[in-house]
């Protein structure tokens, strides 16, 4: 009994600590914990151009280096139907909130863990077509001049990630009538909105082309230093 109540101490001055931590952050995730919640993932996000095939073919998006709080809040998207992917849907769905900050914090540290990455500042300049479009999109003003500097950790970093995920990623936030496929997100359906498939094919092929932080992680190197 009297060890009973030591422990139930001891839980409730972690609490404490736990509440306080999440008053800075609206859920602390721990990397350390979430490299233990990611068995699930890796089988796709962690084989370097790995493609999904359905309900469309293109690769996965990559996750080392992007921003915890995109993810999050990306996989609270997926929980809720928001994003409407199937595989993902479902992944999301199995996960608590915490483990959701906990793998969001291990793949944002997987990007540093892994070494600054060694790109330079030196940005392929766009085309004069691309540079047109980027300029009616607006789109620099919130993911950043390149692209890996959002203004808002919550949104995605995008230099370097796939172009055909981008692509897919961009017509499915114009896709409203479809149970697979589409994205519900104000800000980005308005952005995407007016452009053709063509466009949105030159832009993403331009951005996936600049140099960033965001990458893979190959599963055996992950399991390597584990
Ligand atoms: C069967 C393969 C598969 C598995 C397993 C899987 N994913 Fe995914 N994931 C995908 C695909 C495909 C997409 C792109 C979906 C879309 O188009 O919206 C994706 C998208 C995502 C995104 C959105 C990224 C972005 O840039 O918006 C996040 C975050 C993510 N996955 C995290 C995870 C985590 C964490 C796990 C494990 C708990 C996991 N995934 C397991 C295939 C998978
Ligand atoms: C007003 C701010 C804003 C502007 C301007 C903007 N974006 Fe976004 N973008 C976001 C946010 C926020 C998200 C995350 C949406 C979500 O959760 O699905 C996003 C997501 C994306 C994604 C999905 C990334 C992923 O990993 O799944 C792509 C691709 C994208 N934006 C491209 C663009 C392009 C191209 C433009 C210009 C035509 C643009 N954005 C303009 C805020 C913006």
């Known amino acids: ?3 009973l109540l030591s422990v139930s101490i001891v839980m409730a001055a972690l609490c404490a600590i736990g509440a306080s931590a999440q008053a800075q952050d609206a859920k602390a995730g721990d990397a350390a914990a979430g490299r233990k919640k990611v068995d699930m993932c890796i089988g796709c996000h962690g084989i370097d151009d790995y493609r999904a ?12 280096g992007q921003n915890a709080k995109y993810i999050a ?5 997926y929980k809720k139907g928001d994003r409407r992917y199937p595989t993902m849907r479902a992944v999301a769905a199995s996960l ?3 483990d959701i900050a906990d793998v969001a914090a291990f793949y944002e540290q997987q990007g540093k863990a892994e070494g ?13 077509a691309v540079a047109e479009l980027l300029k009616k999109g ?16 919550s949104y995605p970093k995008l230099a370097g990630q796939h172009p055909d995920y981008l692509y897919a990623a961009l017509k499915a936030y114009q896709t409203s009538n479809n149970p697979q496929i589409g994205r519900n997100n104000a800000i980005m359906m308005g ?3 007016p452009f053709t498939h063509a466009e949105l094919h ?3 092929e331009y951005i996936a082309s600049l140099p960033g932080d965001l990458k893979t992680v190959e599963q055996s190197h992950f399991r390597h230093d584990e």
């Open 1 to 3: 009994m009297k060890k």
């Open 53 to 64: 095939s359905f309900p469309e073919i293109y690769r996965v998006p990559k996750l080392a």
């Open 73 to 77: 809040a990306a996989l609270g998207e």
């Open 96 to 98: 608590s909130d915490q």
């Open 116 to 128: 600054a990455s060694a790109f330079s500042s030196s940005a392929p300049a766009p085309s004069a």
């Open 138 to 153: 607006n789109c620099a003003s919130c993911h950043g001049e390149n692209f890996n500097k959002p203004i808002d950790p």
């Open 191 to 193: 952005m995407a909105k």
């Open 202 to 204: 030159q832009l993403t």
